[in-house]
């Protein structure tokens, strides 16, 4: 059983910036997509980015793209969400997750993601 774990979240004044960090109790494998997603309070999960372990791609939410970025430690196992520009909407629960098995087409779509972690709380005040 893959156990995630995130990190790196807090409360940072609007314009700031955040690193958020997701280890695996085990190893991240070659076709795995590691993706974040976040939950606002009274909202749906919402896609955030995400990355495949191998190929290295990524993919942005619109409303992230430009101020966030995903990336791959290799030497450290982790996959980081380093998060500028912060803006009170921003505002949420941060999750990581992995599908083993990513298309192109899927990485957005949380179902697909068969792992989660705690998630941990990033807070933008204004």
């Known amino acids: 059983q893959v156990q995630l774990v995130e990190s790196g979240g807090g409360l940072v004044q609007a314009g700031g910036s955040l690193t958020l960090s997701c280890a695996s109790s085990?190893?991240?494998?070659?076709?795995?997509?590691i993706a974040w997603f976040r939950q606002a309070p009274g909202k749906e999960r919402e896609f955030v980015a995400a990355?495949?372990?191998?190929?290295?791609?990524?993919i942005y939410a619109d409303s992230v793209r430009g101020r966030f970025t995903i990336s791959r430690d290799v030497p450290k196992e982790t996959v980081n969400l380093q998060m500028n520009s912060l803006k009170a909407e921003d505002t949420a629960v941060y999750y990581c997750?992995?599908?083993?098995?990513?298309?192109?087409?899927?990485?957005?779509?949380?179902?697909?993601?068969?792992?989660w972690g705690q998630g941990t709380q990033v807070t933008i005040s204004s």
């Open positions: 990355t495949r372990w191998r190929l290295g791609d990524k």
């Open positions: 085990g190893v991240f494998y070659a076709n795995d997509a």
């Open positions: 997750a992995v599908d083993p098995s990513p298309t192109p087409s899927t990485m957005k779509n949380s179902h697909n993601y068969d792992y």
